[in-house]
């Protein structure tokens, strides 16, 4: 989680109009969302110790970042209030996860990036 947040005050003796007081605030979560399955399996009989072997399938994870802000007089004192919300850096990803053949287990991972995308922007957000 991010959290920001900032104020001044502005003066100008040549423009009125530029005396106010503005800042801003915002804040950034990012969030994370993972489904998994696992499915392990052992055999064991008289002659052999206990052998154990596991399929791992995560099939689908989804994180990204939710940002979002309310300024008040920016850029500028006759701007009034303005937000912004958005989504950015999404990934999703699955993974799988073969039993070991050997010494060495197969893993696979797939996974799709995306910028993300504006929900909604006011004139604040960049």
Same mark, same amino acid.
């Given at each position: 989680?991010?959290?920001?947040? =900032?104020?001044?005050?502005?003066?100008?003796?040549?423009?009125? =109009?530029?005396?106010?007081?503005?800042?801003?605030?915002?804040?950034?979560?990012?969030?994370?969302?993972?489904?998994?399955?696992?499915?392990?399996?052992?055999?064991?009989?008289?002659?052999?110790?206990?052998?154990? =072997?596991?399929?791992?399938?995560?099939?689908?994870?989804?994180?990204?970042?939710?940002?979002?802000?309310?300024?008040?007089?920016?850029?500028?004192?006759?701007?009034?209030?303005?937000?912004? =919300?958005?989504?950015?850096?999404?990934?999703?990803?699955?993974? #799988?996860?073969?039993?070991?053949?050997?010494?060495?287990?197969?893993?696979?991972?797939?996974?799709?990036? #995306?910028?993300? #995308?504006?929900?909604?922007?006011?004139?604040?957000?960049?």
């Amino acid at each position: 989680m991010n959290l920001t947040a =900032a104020g001044w005050q502005s003066t100008s003796e040549c423009s009125p =109009a530029d005396n106010c007081k503005y800042g801003h605030v915002g804040l950034g979560l990012t969030l994370g969302l993972n489904v998994k399955f696992e499915l392990i399996a052992c055999v064991e009989s008289w002659w052999s110790s206990k052998k154990c =072997a596991g399929v791992e399938i995560q099939p689908v994870g989804v994180s990204g970042t939710v940002e979002g802000g309310v300024a008040y007089h920016e850029p500028t004192c006759q701007t009034g209030v303005t937000g912004y =919300a958005k989504v950015k850096d999404v990934r999703v990803s699955a993974v #799988f996860k073969l039993p070991a053949i050997g010494s060495k287990g197969v893993t696979q991972t797939l996974s799709w990036d #995306f910028g993300g #995308f504006t929900i909604w922007d006011s004139g604040s957000g960049s």
